[in-house]
C-alpha cells in the first residue's frame, strides 16, 4: 500500500508548535531531576550504606534496558485516537506521577528501592517516545532544533527540581531535618509538587500537539528517503546466536562462581555483572530458537536482530554513550555522601551538617543543568566553527575535568564552577549524539533504534552499579568522592572516542538533501 502513496515532503512546523511538541519534556526530566538528587538520599535515610547503594539504585538502569526497547518497538507500531507516540506519553505520566507521590512515603528501604523500580519504568515509557517523536514531527533540516528544545526543557525541568528542597527550606521555612529513619518535609513536599508538574507538562504536549498518521508519515519517508522503504530487515544465523549465546552463558555462570567463592574479598553487587552476562547469553539462546521455530517476525527477536544490525554510526556512538553516561550514574547515586562526607564532614543524617550538605547537593545539580541551558545556545556555535564531533570532544573534556575537580575543591562553593563543566556536557550528551545519529536511521524503525541506541546509556550505569561499590568500599576505603573522579577519567575518554565517529554516506546525503529543500 505504501508505494501507491505520493511522496510528500514534511511540512516544517513554527517554534510555538515545536515548543508545544517538547513542553511535556520539562515534566519528565522534573521527575527525572528530582529522582536523581534526592534518592540517595532517601536510602541512606532508610539505612542505605555506601556498599549496597548502587545495588539499590541498578533498578533504574535495569528498567530503562528492559522498558526502552519495548516501548520503542511498540510505538512505532502503535495508531489511535491518541496516535502514535503520544498513549506513551500519557501513560507513563501517570504512573510517574502516582510514584513521585508514593516515594517519599516509603517506610521501608526496600519498599523505597520498588518503588524506584515503578517510578524509572513509568518515566522511560514517556521519556523513551519523545526522541522518536522529533524524527516523527520534524524535517531533517528541524531537527537539530527540537533536539535543542527538548534539551532547553530539560535544563528548566532540571533546575527547578534539584534545587527544590533547598528552596523550600530556604524560602519556604519547611524543615529539612526529621527523625531517623523518616524524610525531611522540604523533600517530601518536592516530591508532591513533581507528581503534580510532570502530569500537567506531559498533558500539556498531549493536547496541544497532533501528529501524522501512518499514511503520511509513509509519504514523507518516501520523500526523505526512498530507499527506506526497500531495505530488508536482516537476520543473524540462527547458529551464531548459539554458539555466542553459549559462550555469554558459561561466561557469566563461571564469573558468578568467582565472585561467590571470593565474596569476602569481592562484593555482591558484582552478580549484577556476571547476571547480565547470563541474561545476555539466554536473550542470545531464545532468539535462536525463535528462528529455529520460524518466528523471526516475534517481537523480540526483532529486537535482537536489529541490535546485531545496527548502523555503523549508532555503533561508533555507542562507544562514546557508553563512557559518557558512566559518570553520571556515580554522580547521582554518590554525590549527596560524597558532598556530606568530604566536603561537610558529616555521615549522620539525621544531623544539621549533613542535611545542610544534603541541600547544597540539590544546588549543584541544578547549577549543571542551568549551565546546560546555556550550553545548548552555545553548542550550534561551536558546531559551525568545527563540526559535531569536535563539539561534542571539547564538551566531553570540560565534563571530565568538572569531575576530577571535586578532590581539590575544598570549599563546597566553588563546586558550583566543577558543575559549571559537568553542564556543558550534559547539555551536549542529551543533543548531539541524536543530531549524529538521527539522519542515520531507518524513519519506520526510528522509534525501535532508538530505544536501542539508549542500551548504551543503560549498560555503563548497570557497570557502574556493580563496580563502584566495590572500589569505594575495597579500595577507595569507604571515601565516595573518588565515584566522581572514576567518572571523570571515563568522560575523558569518551572525549578522545569522539574523535572516531564517523556519519554514514546516507547520514551524510540526507543532511545535504535536507540543506537543498
Known amino acids: 500500500m505504501q508505494s501507491h502513496l505520493q511522496p510528500k515532503q514534511k511540512p516544517m512546523l513554527n517554534f510555538w508548535q515545536i515548543w508545544n511538541m517538547c513542553f511535556g519534556f520539562l515534566g519528565i526530566q522534573f521527575g527525572f531531576a528530582l529522582q536523581n538528587a534526592n534518592v540517595g538520599r532517601i536510602f541512606q535515610t532508610l539505612g542505605a550504606d555506601y556498599g549496597n547503594m548502587a545495588i539499590l539504585m541498578v533498578a533504574a538502569p535495569i528498567t530503562g534496558l528492559i522498558v526502552q526497547p519495548i516501548i520503542g518497538y511498540f510505538s512505532d507500531k502503535t495508531w489511535n485516537r ?210 529455529h521455530k520460524q518466528m523471526q517476525d516475534n517481537g523480540f527477536a526483532v529486537v535482537m536482530n536489529d541490535l546485531f544490525a545496527m548502523p555503523a554510526t549508532m555503533k561508533q556512538l555507542a562507544f562514546v554513550q557508553f563512557f559518557s553516561w558512566f559518570p553520571f550514574f556515580g554522580m547521582w547515586t554518590y554525590t549527596t555522601a560524597a558532598i556530606t562526607d568530604f566536603h561537610y564532614g558529616s555521615t549522620d543524617v539525621t544531623s544539621a551538617l549533613y542535611n545542610e550538605g544534603a541541600d547544597w547537593v540539590g544546588v549543584l545539580f541544578s547549577t549543571y543543568n542551568l549551565t546546560s541551558i546555556v550550553a545548548a545556545i552555545c553548542i550550534p556555535i561551536v558546531v559551525k566553527a568545527f563540526n559535531l564531533r569536535i563539539a561534542h570532544m571539547i564538551n566531553l573534556l ?33 543533543s548531539v549524539p541524536y543530531a549524529l545519529l538521527a539522519n542515520a536511521l531507518p524513519p519506520n524503525k526510528m522509534g525501535l533504534y532508538v530505544g536501542i541506541f539508549n542500551f548504551f546509556i543503560v549498560l555503563p550505569q548497570i557497570l557502574a552499579a556493580s563496580i563502584l561499590g566495590l572500589l569505594i568500599t575495597k579500595v577507595f576505603n569507604n571515601q565516595p568522592i573518588y565515584a566522581l573522579i572514576v567518572g571523570g577519567v571515563s568522560m575523558i575518554f569518551a572525549a578522545l572516542l569522539t574523535l572516531r565517529v564517523r556519519e554514514s554516506e546516507q547520514a551524510l546525503a540526507t543532511e545535504t538533501h535536507a540543506s537543498t529543500t
Not at 558550583?416 to 553542564?423: A, D, E, K, L, R
Open 82 to 291: 491518541l496516535g502514535r507516540r503520544r498513549p506513551y506519553f500519557l501513560w507513563g505520566a501517570i504512573a510517574a506521577s502516582l510514584s513521585l507521590f508514593i516515594m517519599p512515603n516509603s517506610p521501608t528501604l526496600w519498599i523505597a528501592a520498588g518503588m524506584l523500580w515503578i517510578m524509572d519504568a513509568s518515566i522511560n515509557v514517556s521519556m523513551e517516545p519523545f526522541r522518536a517523536f522529533v524524527g516523527d514531527m520534524l524535517p531533517p533540516k528541524q531537527r537539530a532544533t527540537g533536539y535543542a528544545m527538548q534539551c532547553f526543557f530539560i535544563g528548566v525541568g532540571s533546575v527547578v527540581a534539584s534545587a527544590l528542597p533547598w528552596m523550600m527550606t530556604n524560602w519556604f521555612d519547611i524543615s529539612n531535618t526529621a527523625a531517623p529513619g523518616v524524610l525531611p518535609d522540604s523533600v517530601s513536599y518536592a516530591f508532591y509538587i513533581g507528581g503534580v508538574v510532570f502530569l500537567l507538562a506531559v498533558l500539556w504536549t498531549v493536547i496541544r500537539t497532533k501528529e501524522y498518521s501512518p499514511q503520511e508519515l509513509a509519504q514523507f519517508n518516501q520523500f526523505e528517503d526512498p530507499a527506506s522503504h526497500n531495505v530488508e530487515r536482516s537476520v543473524r544465523p540462527t547458529q551464531k546466536y548459539v554458539t555466542h549465546g553459549l559462550t555469554w552463558l558459561v561466561a557469566g555462570a563461571v564469573t558468578s562462581g568467582f565472585v561467590y567463592l571470593f565474596i569476602d574479598k569481592l562484593d555482591k553487587s558484582l552478580f549484577i555483572l556476571t547476571g547480565g552476562l547470563i541474561a545476555f547469553g539466554l536473550c542470545q539462546l531464545a532468539t535462536a530458537h525463535l528462528q
Open 398 to 430: 570540560l565534563g571530565g575535568v568538572g569531575f576530577i575537580s571535586f578532590i581539590f575543591v575544598k570549599d563546597p562553593t566553588y563546586l558550583v564552577v566543577s558543575m559549571i563543566g559537568i553542564g556543558f556536557a550534559w547539555a551536549s550528551i542529551l
